[in-house]
């Protein structure tokens, strides 16, 4: 619903107007009774970089913690509270009825210019004003979805989401995306229509009018039991096969498997193989199931190499010196670990499920480029690790 009377009062001041949260009356279902019920809505004005009310902008408002757009069943649609509108000659708007919650509001003005605000809806809320918002140059974002470790799996489509915001992003056929946005900081989620394979969450802060490349993103797909995945190890045998793989896939056909591994009745329990030129896939890793120790840092190891979550009994895991860019939520199901140390890789964020370490009595993540870390993340990070904030790699 609109306040006419406040127009004339909105473009005298459309520079100091901010975005506002408020109750407003409406009718209840029906309309007949003339009851009326309080309703929150969502009201405020565009402007741009001169102040100068910005008239026929597309609103949105989306419910922060949501995807929109393509979903694993290939169907698209809206969730509940997804409101549309679009401002009027003033630059003025209203989106209402709203619910309760946290809600991403998204301005945009002929696919050139854009902002974004935050506005969180309580249940008493009467009034609640925000930073002014100012729509300038749409920033770009541009990357690249690999699919690896795709088994028996064929003709594997990964898409791209952002929380909070209408968007539908389908790779071209090398993988390719882009995307325009306002300036901010976007939480991107990247998946397949498949869900053997692992969703990857990555978070990018980008100023008005920039590009920026993210470069590559992978996704795995989880191992299937079959032929292709043989099934963890039970006793030595099989054990000292699976270090061999991984001895004989870097090369080292001559280093001895008790080199590099120490057993404990009659089970492979550490695994040294620092330093040793180890590439993508870890061909036999995710076999040795009474593994406990195992140090693979300083190799030349990206994303393309996570570690199998069957590894639950790992207590120490070593991959620092490698090529990190992210992990997957794998890790987050060693929740045995005491001791973790990725440090000096290009790390951009860790998965949800990392704040699952609550055995972590060690934890070394310096020198990486996680410059975007969620508050949780954070918090988790600095109890284990203080000072971390201060050696990472950001622009």
């Not at 809320?125 to 990357?143: E, M, N, S, W």
């Not at 995306?177 to 802060?205: C, H, I, M, N, W």
Request: charged share 20%; with cysteine.
């Amino acid at each position: 619903m609109r306040r006419h009377d406040f127009l004339p009062l909105c473009a005298a001041v459309a520079a100091f107007l901010a975005v506002r949260c408020s109750t407003l009356p409406i009718e209840s279902a029906g309309g007949s009774s003339g009851t009326e019920v309080s309703a929150r809505a969502v009201e405020g004005t565009a402007i741009d970089t001169t102040g100068k009310p910005i008239g026929g902008a597309l609103v949105r408002l989306r419910r922060s913690s949501d995807l929109f757009g393509y979903y694993r069943n290939g169907t698209t649609g809206l969730q509940k509270n997804s409101l549309d509108t679009v401002t009027d000659l003033l630059g003025h708007f209203t989106l209402g009825p709203a619910d309760t919650g946290a809600f991403t509001i998204e301005l945009l003005s002929d696919d050139t210019l854009g902002a974004t605000a935050a506005c969180t809806v309580f249940a008493g809320d009467a009034i609640k004003r925000l930073a002014v918002q100012v729509l300038t140059p749409l920033a770009t974002i541009a990357g690249q979805v690999e699919i690896v470790n795709t088994d028996s799996v064929r003709n594997v489509s990964p898409y791209v989401n952002l929380y909070g915001l209408q968007r539908q992003i389908r790779p071209d056929s090398l993988g390719r995306f882009l995307v325009r946005v306002p300036q901010g900081s976007y939480r991107f989620s990247f998946s397949a229509d498949t869900e053997t394979f692992d969703t990857v969450l990555l978070t990018v802060k980008i100023a008005s009018g920039e590009y920026e490349d993210i470069g590559s993103v992978f996704l795995s797909g989880r191992p299937q039991q079959s032929a292709l995945a043989p099934p963890q190890c039970l006793t030595w045998a099989c054990d000292s096969s699976a270090v061999r793989a991984l001895l004989d896939g870097a090369g080292h056909f001559s280093v001895r498997v008790d080199s590099v591994a120490k057993t404990a009745d009659g089970r492979v329990v550490e695994l040294r193989l620092r330093d040793m030129g180890l590439q993508a896939p870890l061909t036999g890793l995710s076999q040795l199931s009474a593994l406990e120790i195992l140090d693979l840092g300083g190799n030349n190891l990206d994303s393309r190499a996570q570690i199998p979550a069957g590894l639950v009994n790992l207590r120490t895991l070593l991959l620092d010196h490698n090529a990190y860019g992210y992990f997957d939520e794998g890790l987050g199901a060693l929740t045995a670990l005491k001791v973790l140390d990725v440090s000096y890789n290009d790390l951009q964020f860790f998965p949800r499920s990392i704040v699952n370490h609550v055995m972590l009595d060690t934890l070394r993540i310096n020198n990486n480029m996680l410059c975007g870390t969620d508050s949780s993340t954070s918090i988790w990070a600095d109890s284990l690790d203080p000072g971390w904030q201060t050696t990472q790699n950001c622009p």
